[in-house]
């Protein structure tokens, strides 16, 4: 596949993006300057990245818990998703959503979401809405291994299949749900091979290699568009850092994975990977790529500024916006 250089380098910058935000937060929760749950995506840049790379402006998607990286590379800015994560005012949900629930409908970001599998059903819901109106919009559904574990998952991908719903299934596979490794609870190797049950193309692709997922993406999308139905990828990959930021406090020494297999993947950096590629290809100067890092950070320590700066909402408006 021929991809332009502007899009090698948008790439780059959505996972320069994912990793700093997702580093930052880790360090800000950790400092206690953020307040609630956080769950970050370091590691597996790559599967977020690769997938909205194939996606219009007007495609849509829907997340999970750990949806920082789905949202920066669908368009997300860095200063509203830092101040919605520190609970201000100027955040995407006013401060209200916090890390779960960053919503912008006008980058076709329907939500992230804490409950488990919810956002499958939805991005079938929002398949059919295009549909029904006519334009040929395609939402993908991000949802890790342990989601495919949920009735949703099912439900979701045989009614797509029946009604051929422009929709592509993205299992982010990082091997663990919370705390209990996929093996243990899941009654297949590949995530993909339950595409099989409902009779539309499953995939597996290397998680870590953005190009792979932006090929394998582009197919699918494709395939959405021209009312072909829907397909599920499953992304490996790993997480590297715990399943949310300061699970050592009530984890204490039962650690669920050798130390040695975290070291194992981070040598599988997805960002190295396409540096080398870079370097082999001569597609990309390293002075380019050194070039977005610099900016990359840049941007963060602002919108980190901006977040630190802005106020909290004002205790009086507690109920607003909120519909339930
Ligand atoms: C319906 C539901 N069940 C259980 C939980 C608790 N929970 C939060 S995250 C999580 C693990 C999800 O694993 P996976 O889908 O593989 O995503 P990952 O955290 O690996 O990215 C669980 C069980 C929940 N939030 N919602």
Avoid at 109 to 131: F, K, R
Wanted: hydrophobic share 40%.
């Amino acid at each position: 596949m021929d991809i332009s250089k502007d899009k090698l380098l948008e790439m780059y910058r959505t996972m320069q993006k994912i990793r700093h935000f997702e580093s930052k937060a880790r360090d800000l929760a950790m400092a206690a300057e953020l307040p609630g749950f956080v769950h970050v995506s370091i590691g597996e840049e790559a599967s977020a990245t690769g997938v909205c790379a194939a996606l219009r402006k007007t495609d849509r998607i829907t997340s999970n818990h750990r949806g920082h990286g789905h949202l920066i590379a669908k368009g997300g800015r860095l200063d509203r998703m830092m101040a919605e994560i520190f609970g201000k005012r100027t955040g995407y949900c006013k401060g209200k959503g916090g890390s779960m629930h960053i919503v912008d409908y006008s980058l076709g970001i329907l939500g992230a979401n804490g409950i488990v599998g919810a956002g499958l059903p939805i991005a079938t819901g929002s398949a059919l809405g295009a549909v029904i109106a006519g334009k040929d919009d395609v939402t993908v559904a991000f949802f890790g291994d342990g989601a495919s574990n949920e009735g949703t998952f099912h439900e979701s991908l045989n009614l797509a299949a029946v009604w051929k719903l422009p929709v592509v299934f993205v299992c982010e596979n990082n091997g663990f749900g919370e705390f209990t490794p996929m093996a243990t609870v899941t009654s297949v190797k590949d995530i993909a091979v339950r595409a099989k049950a409902y009779d539309i193309p499953g995939h597996i692709v290397d998680g870590n290699d953005v190009l792979e997922v932006f090929r394998y993406t582009s197919e699918a999308v494709a395939r959405a568009r021209a009312g072909e139905g829907p397909t599920l990828l499953e992304c490996k990959t790993y997480r590297w850092e715990g399943h949310v930021v300061g699970e050592q406090a009530f984890l204490g020494d039962g650690s669920y994975r050798e130390q040695s297999e975290v070291e194992e993947w981070k040598r599988k950096c997805p960002l190295i990977r396409f540096e080398k590629w870079c370097a082999e290809s001569g597609k990309i100067s390293s002075a380019e790529l050194n070039k977005i890092i610099a900016e990359t950070e840049k941007e963060l320590a602002d919108a980190v500024e901006f977040a630190r700066s802005s106020e909290l909402p004002a205790p009086s408006e507690v109920t607003d916006d909120v519909y339930a």
